[in-house]
């Protein structure tokens, strides 16, 4: 199978999602959260940043039922829902929404993060509706 | 700062198109550019400048001008998916603006359909690709599905809004005796076809065939002496702003903001002058954020702009007058073809599908996933 690429960027990221946490960086120099994980804040350029764990609240920005997978792997989870969700604490990430009828799924919608097993069998960090009075 | 009128589309050609099993990419090249040279009236010898892009190798320029015999002293292998020809003609322009060429040679092809390279996306994982690729995303659909739902979420947009780009595309297609798909097209059609990924169906994608295409850009004194008019570059602007969907700004707006006002001021120009614009239609909702972007129509009214009849045969906006990607041709990437159709229409050789006294052209290609945009303003005397 493919290998889950592990380069010195991802730093704690990748062994953060082994242990069920999301984690992401905050630059030090002007302050604003991002991710992908970079070596450099790409705001400022700035490398003096900090690793946090992200409480995993936050909302679909835009998302996508897929239909027609691009592999044969993800052919076997149609129809599946790929989503791109802000986190409250100002960073975005591409994940897949989980736990509910793809049709169910709104932009805006509010979603907290559950652990899954991606079709490589490693674990990954997904996203499903919030339920009411949640909070981490 | 300005590339104004400093250099002139000359020639154009395509290769064949469509299903073509027996060529390489390298033959349909050599097709286009033999064509488009004879169009120019020029020679293989007086060509100084060569730029490219495409899929098929690492060192494109190399082997095609190992190919065709061609020595530039310019050479531009600008990659940045099915824009990067419409990033050409502007290095073309500031380069033969500069004196470091004289006559540039554009080029592209691809032969995508019949060695069925088109892929949804492959499982590669490196570098910042590993933080989308687990999440199985159809690529690049899904990611112009995500900005469809974006846009239908904040504007209304609808599925029936969308397929009017791909009915009216249709319908300049059936006066393209080149274009692949030519029968009739209605919206109950567009929305009865396959589900890729929502809201995008089949035929809000692009075709899948092969093909190439070449244009022959000149110095404003070899363009005056050749036989047929200058196609003046008028203004010129690129821009990108991401690789991957999920690091791109805003959904809804695309690089061609920056790269629209910057030709637009180039040239002098307003959208209202505009006579017949050719927009890179990969999937129906690049039209419409591309129209947005570019100042056509406000933010959010795309969809109500491209529907009516507006963007069709007889109507106010003659848009894809070839029948874009949608209907006419997509062999990868459909960038050179928007600058080919362009400088056609110009040119009054369009036949039926002619728009009647058209003085000014706007190109606007979109690469990756709404990842790059260049805008080029094209006019005759």
Redesign the interface.
Known sequence: M????V?P??GPYWEGVAKGELRYQCCMSCGQAF???RTVCPHCLSKELEWRKSRGLGQV???????????AA?AQ?VP?V???VDLEEGF?????VVSCSPDAV???MEVSLVFGT???G?Q?PYFQPKAPGEER | MSVRRACAVVGVAESRLGVVPDATVLTLQAEAAVAALADAGLQKSDVDGLLCAGRWSSTMQLQLAEYLGINPSFSDGTTVGGASFEFHLGHAAAAIQAGLCNVALILYGSTQRSRRERSLGSREAGLGYQYESPYGMPSPVGAYAMAASRHMALYGTTSEQLAEVAVAARKWAMLNPRAYRREPLTVEDVLGSEMISTPLHKLDCCLVTDGGGAVVVVSPEIARSLRKPPIWLLGHGEAHSHAMISQMPDLTVSPAARSGSRAFAMAGLRPSDVDVAQIYDSFTITVLLTLEALGFCKPGEAGAFVSGGRIAPGGEFPLNTSGGGLSYTHPGQFGIFLIIEAARQLWGECGERQVPDAEVALVSGTGGVLSSNSTCILGRD
């Open positions: 493919p290998e889950q690429i380069d960027d991802a991710f992908f994980p920005y835009a998302f996508t039922v897929v239909h027609r997978a691009p592999d993800f989870r599946y790929v989503a791109m975005r990430m591409m994940t897949n709104r932009v805006g991606g079709v490589d490693q990954l």
